[in-house]
């Protein structure tokens, strides 16, 4: 139901549409029937717009109604209804819950996959993957939503498949955000992450001056505008024979301004300073969060930290579940695009703060990662993320590490103590590097555009005029949704599968408990030379093994105590029989096979003697086996 609230908003869009550098709009994409435009309202409370144009995207339709296929963009009504879809169809294996409301009060769905006939999920290893936590990295959702139907497709027919589902619980949200990816699929709209308002250019509103589609064409490309040598901050590459492309160069070098497309709202001067929200869920996290601002001067900050850790519920939806999943091992919370394979550390040298031995299955995850899908780069956000381009292109000084702070990936490792990735998909065209220089810059991703899809990713400059201070501009540039950010429909299918193939790597790399087998025997009594056997008490030894790749515990999570140690305990068929002391803990490295003795004392009768064991590890999962002490 639309409140006189979101009315308002409404009333204020459709007449800003009547403005004079909006009455010039075209909208051809912008389809639908007679009467008023339709419009998506985005929840909150802001000085400018919240109401904004729907945009009929052809790169979110389906090839065939009704039928999955990874050659589009899926909008959140077609993913909720796939997974209400499995769910209804496959109960035995799938189960859809909501883990929590986004800001604007919507359902986050989330998929539990596992076979329901072999116990809970609970009591089983787990991995966790996710996408969707920033508004226009859709490639990330479309690649969850892949793992997802891959493993619902090929239960009961793929035998790896299977077992992993027999054996192991799967939890994927394809979407953490979907006030965010409702605006960028559905508008000409982008913003980095969570639709909270928030006052990005600290003049005391909020959202006042977002982008606006100028030539309506349905999405925000760039403007330009010659303003004279030395006055402006780009320059048009020289590379580039057609005039298309413009590199910056820094305020005070260039002859041109490069702007998103759009006009200065406020009257500030300034053009789209202050668009829809500006936090970040990916900042959000509690480990090393530091504030948006702070008083010194002096101290670290970190853009889109939010008000205080865990401060958005689209994150504290995450932490707060797999705070009460801790049988979770591995986890994947994926982003658009580098590409890399992105993981811990976020703020120091690795071999500095992470233990050598989990560094190492850190490295193998990354090699495997590489070879799944071809990124270029697989590490640390701080030293390899932050140095893979060698050198700044606009100032060229040579890239240093630095700290990120608030991240997922650390959260995950340093407070969770799970092998935990948040890997950028799609690299932007970057496909060819012609001059063999190591690298592919601008010019070389224009002429990929060219040669290998057409010059479609590229609108030609057009001049427009902007009215107000900026007058008459150029808008044109690269495709943002589907090329800068995000692969064209037709690529997309490529790059969501290679992704969750390397997801699909982790979760059957999870520990996997196993009780080998079970031998008892009366405990024998020496007093000076003479044994004589106890018939009361035995020692059982019980043969364990980790069947998986992954150890029961890192070693950063034994200290940080997220899960307890491996367990043995026997009940037996009466309370006559009990274990003498306390039960064995233990940690199980990956492929480890150990001998776990107990002892107890039993009744004279088969009932006492009778046994359950159960082994139980808080991420190896848990088994129960019988054992019948001879008399």
Not at 367 to 376: D, L, Q
Not at 570 to 579: E, F, K, L, N, Q
Not at 592 to 616: H, M, Q
Request: glycine share 10%; net charge negative; hydrophobic share 35%.
């Amino acid at each position: 139901m639309m409140t006189l609230r979101s009315l308002g908003f409404l009333a204020a869009a459709l007449c800003a549409a009547a403005s004079p550098a909006v009455a010039q709009r075209g909208a051809p994409r912008n389809e639908g029937p007679s009467g008023p435009p339709k419009v998506l309202v985005v929840p909150g409370v802001r000085a400018g717009a919240s109401a904004f144009l729907l945009t009929n995207y052809a790169e979110t339709k389906p090839l065939v109604a009704g039928q999955m296929d990874f050659k589009h963009y899926h909008t959140s009504a077609e993913i909720e209804g796939w997974m209400r879809k499995w769910a209804q169809e496959h109960p035995d294996f799938v189960e859809l819950v909501s883990v929590g409301k986004s800001f604007g009060g919507r359902d986050i769905w989330q998929l539990t996959l596992t076979s329901r006939k072999t116990g809970k999920d609970t009591d089983k290893p787990a991995a966790f993957f996710e996408g969707g936590r920033h508004s226009g990295e859709i490639t990330a959702t479309e690649s969850a939503l892949y793992l997802a139907w891959y493993l619902i497709e090929n239960y009961g027919k793929d035998a790896d498949v299977t077992r992993l589902l027999d054996t192991k619980a799967v939890y994927v949200k394809p979407m953490n955000n979907p006030d965010g990816s409702d605006m960028y699929r559905l508008t000409a709209q982008s913003n980095r992450s969570t639709v909270r308002p928030y006052d990005d250019d600290g003049d005391g509103l909020l959202d006042e001056d977002p982008p606006e589609d100028l030539d309506g064409d349905g999405f925000i490309r760039q403007m330009r505008k010659f303003v004279g040598a030395g006055k402006g901050d780009a320059v048009v590459d020289t590379l580039d024979k057609s005039g298309r492309l413009m590199r910056r160069v820094g305020a005070g070098r260039g002859d041109y301004l490069l702007l998103a497309e759009g006009i200065d709202n406020d009257g500030d001067g300034r053009v789209n300073e202050d668009g829809i929200g500006g936090l970040d869920l990916h900042r959000n996290y509690p480990e090393n969060w530091r504030p948006m601002r702070e008083a010194t001067g002096r101290g670290w900050v970190q853009g889109g930290a939010g008000e205080y850790p865990l401060s958005e519920t689209e994150t504290r939806a995450v932490v707060l579940f797999l705070m009460t999943h801790p049988n979770v091992s591995a986890v994947n919370s994926m982003d658009t695009a580098v590409p890399m394979m992105l993981r811990p550390p976020s703020t120091c040298e690795e071999t500095e703060c992470m233990y050598p031995a989990d560094l190492k299955f850190f490295q193998h995850f990354d090699s495997v990662g590489i070879a799944k899908t071809a990124y270029p780069w697989a590490g640390d956000v701080y030293r390899v993320y932050n140095t893979r381009g060698g050198v700044n292109p606009i100032t060229g000084d040579s890239a240093r590490p630095g700290p990120l702070f608030g991240h997922g990936p650390d959260f995950g490792y340093f407070q969770y103590g799970a092998i935990w990735y948040g890997d950028e998909l799609w690299n932007g065209g970057r496909e060819k590097d012609y001059n063999k220089d190591g690298r592919v810059d601008e010019y070389e991703v224009l002429r990929f555009c060219d040669e290998d899809y057409g010059g479609k990713c590229f609108k030609a400059w057009t001049k427009f005029n902007a009215g107000g201070t900026l007058g008459e501009v150029e808008v044109g540039g690269m495709n943002p949704k589907f090329w800068s950010q995000n692969p064209p429909p037709e690529w997309l299918e490529k790059w969501a599968r290679n992704e969750a193939m390397f997801n699909l790597y982790l979760a059957q790399s999870l520990p996997q408990v196993e009780i080998v087998s079970i031998t008892s025997a009366p405990v024998k009594l020496v007093k000076g030379a003479t044994a004589k056997a106890d018939s009361a008490t035995h020692e059982v030894k019980v043969t364990v093994r980790n069947s998986g790749r992954l150890p029961t515990a890192l070693e950063m999570a034994k200290r940080v105590k997220i899960v307890r140690p491996d367990m043995i305990t026997a009940r037996a068929g009466t309370p006559d029989t009990r274990m003498i002391g306390r039960a064995p803990e233990f940690w199980l490295n990956g492929g480890e096979t150990r001998v776990i003795t107990l002892r107890l004392k039993a009744g004279p009768s088969a009932e006492d003697r009778k046994l359950n064991l159960r082994l139980t590890s808080t991420r190896g999962g848990m088994v129960d086996k019988e054992h019948q002490i001879a008399p």
